[in-house]
């Protein structure tokens, strides 16, 4: 299914959002954990920065005329399919809890999606003047997968 540039964005702030939503689970899992708290809160606060950052694109993009439909390589049901399994992630470690070994498994798994679909999003064809901003972005979810590789390793075995 193609999508207008507006349905690509929509999907992209909410997965950020969705994804900042995942990390506070994590930092409130965790809150006797000074560092785990401040580890996890700056995980969300990227995410965040992420979705606005989206939103001053949406606004700069808004007076332009609607190009209809695009064919992009990330399909809007893509997206939209990764969304619903990281809410849901969230909602698992809400109602069930999580380990600190799981949570940094479930965000390296989110950081490499996350920045898999914006490198393949390829929203630079359609507006070559905001290219950077997707390629950024998947630049910094790579940067974060291989932090969170580094965590693993520093708090492996250890318990909540």
Known sequence: ??????????VAVAIELECAALYEVFAKRFAHRRELVYFWMNYAEAERYHAASIRIHQSALAGMPEMGV???EVE?????TFLAEVRAAREGAEREGVTIGRALQLARWVEEHSAEL?????FFKVFPEFGDLL???????RAHRDLLASAEKRWAGATA
């Open 76 to 80: 809007e049901d893509e997206a939209r």
């Open 1 to 10: 299914m193609a999508s207008t540039w507006k349905d690509v964005l929509e």
């Open 70 to 72: 695009q064919k992009f």
């Open 118 to 122: 914006h490198g393949r999003i390829q």
């Open 135 to 141: 390629q950024k972005m998947a630049e910094e979810d």
